[in-house]
Each structure stands twice: as structure tokens, then as C-alpha cells.
């Protein structure tokens, strides 16, 4: 089985403190240290353990400036077999829709029975897996948390709502979008990074894949962040220590006393 993986690069939380630019439109980036999407991290994994049961090939591949060989060597030295890195000055601001427009000309440049994408990234729109997939006409699935491949075919389940489970067996080719905990993500050291520090990892443009340059960037998006605010500080949660009961009539109590309900 081939299989693709959309993977991004973020800011590292964990090891930055994010501030607000002087504008207020953005974060504040110069020095940050970045490291690959958590959720994309378990998309690879799960595309890792797939590929070790069936056999085939894992692609990891990351629209990016060349800091986005940073991860896409991480990600192969976790186990993928090749990487590539899509990279052009058009690129620069595009929305979910003009980053699935790209990503749909690199699927569509080689053969993918199977591409996943992470939940989210630091955006947290969720958008770009289901846009990729209705570009290119393909089942899709969101917030996978098991798959299973059996006779061609796969059956995936999903977390919705009240933590439930819903059962769905999907054609291939398809799009996946990766539920964070599906798996646990394999260590990398400094030393497998290093083994594959030398692997040559192809960077395409605008023109490799005949992506329409009018078509992806700042000026088609259709939608432009704004503006960023920090929450203002509010008083801190009231504790209910009751019954079932007794807690929901005090919550019924505290939602009218603020006017949450007419």
C-alpha cells in the first residue's frame, strides 16, 4: 500500500512562549523553536504500523520554506521511506482551501491508495483533509481513532460525540483524517536523525506540480486572519460538589443568573 502523509510544521509550546506581534495580527515568530504538528506526528505513526502489516510505502510530505526539511528528516528517520518538500514564494498565505489545492496537485503527481492528514494543526481549523479529499472525489473519514485494513478495504472507526464510536468501512483511495492518541508515536533520537541527515529530499515548486499560482497564496484566500487577542482574565471556576441532580439545577441556577436563559 502506498500512503501519503500531509504533515506540517508548527511552533513548539512546550518550548516556546508565544507572545503577540506589534500589530496584533499575529504571533510574535522570530526565535521560535518549531517542531512537527502533534496530530500529523500520530498520522505518521499510524502510516508507519499500517505499512509494517500490509506492506508498501510511506510519504510524508510538507508545504514549507526549506526549514521544512527540519521535520521531514525527523520523519524518516521514525521509519518513512521518502519525503518531499513543496516549496514556492506563491504559496505564501494560502488558506485550508489554497493548501489543499496544493496538496492536491502533489497527489495527483504520483499514486496514493491512501493519504492521511493530522485532526488539526496550530491553526485549528480542521479543514485542509476534507477540502484535499472532496478536491479529488475521494471517501473521506475525521477524527479516526482505528484502522483496520481488510480485503482491499478499510474500516475505520471514529470518535463523536459523547464518547461514542462510529464503525465505517471506506473504498480506497480515500482520505483520513488522524484523532490524536490513535497510537503512540515512536521515539527519535539525534542519532537516527543524523542516519538520514544525507537522504536527498526533493523540494517542488508551483511549476513542478502546474499549480495555477493564481489560485493559491495571499490574494485568493478567502479567508485572512485579522486580528489575535489574548482572553482577559475572568474569576476563577466555581466547584459543585452535590448530587447529579443538585449540580444541575445550580448550573441551571448560574446560567440564569447571567442571562443564559430567557
Do not use: W
Not at 502533489?106 to 492528514?117: A, M, N, Q, W
Not at 482505528?146 to 464518547?163: A, F, H, M, N, P
Not at 539525534?190 to 508551483?206: D, K, N, Y
Request: with cysteine; proline share 3%; glycine share 10%.
Amino acid at each position: 500500500m502506498e500512503i501519503l502523509v500531509c504533515a506540517r510544521r508548527v511552533p513548539d509550546t512546550s518550548e516556546n512562549e508565544i507572545e503577540l506581534n506589534a500589530a496584533g495580527n499575529d504571533i510574535e515568530r522570530e526565535e521560535l523553536v518549531y517542531s512537527v504538528n502533534e496530530a500529523d506526528n500520530y498520522a505518521v505513526e499510524e502510516a508507519l504500523q499500517i505499512r509494517d502489516r500490509v506492506g508498501g510505502n510511506v510519504t510524508v510530505v510538507t508545504i514549507d520554506g526549506e526549514d521544512g526539511e527540519e521535520i521531514l528528516r525527523r520523519e524518516l528517520a521514525m521509519g518513512a521511506n521518502h519525503a518531499a518538500l513543496v516549496s514556492d514564494d506563491a504559496f505564501s498565505g494560502s488558506d485550508g482551501k489554497g493548501v489543499a489545492t496544493i496538496l492536491k496537485a502533489f497527489v495527483e503527481k504520483g499514486h496514493y491508495d491512501l493519504i492521511l492528514t493530522g485532526v488539526q494543526a496550530d491553526d485549528g481549523a480542521a479543514q485542509v483533509g476534507g477540502m484535499l479529499a472532496a478536491m479529488l472525489d475521494y471517501p473521506y473519514a475525521s477524527l479516526v481513532n482505528s484502522i483496520t485494513v481488510e480485503d482491499g478495504k478499510l474500516k475505520v472507526s471514529r470518535e463523536i460525540e459523547g464518547g461514542n464510536r462510529e464503525m465505517n468501512e471506506i473504498d480506497l483511495p480515500c482520505v483520513l483524517s488522524i484523532q490524536t492518541g490513535i497510537n503512540e508515536p515512536r521515539y527519535v533520537g539525534m542519532r537516527g536523525i543524523r542516519q538520514v541527515a544525507s537522504v536527498p529530499i526533493p523540494t517542488l515548486a508551483a511549476s513542478d506540480l502546474g499549480v495555477d499560482q493564481g489560485a493559491v497564496g495571499e490574494g485568493p484566500a478567502k479567508v485572512k486572519r485579522l486580528d489575535y487577542f489574548v482572553p482577559a482574565l475572568s474569576k476563577g471556576a466555581e466547584m459543585l460538589h452535590g448530587s447529579r441532580e443538585e449540580n444541575a439545577d445550580r448550573v441551571l441556577e448560574l446560567v440564569a443568573a447571567k442571562g443564559g436563559l430567557k
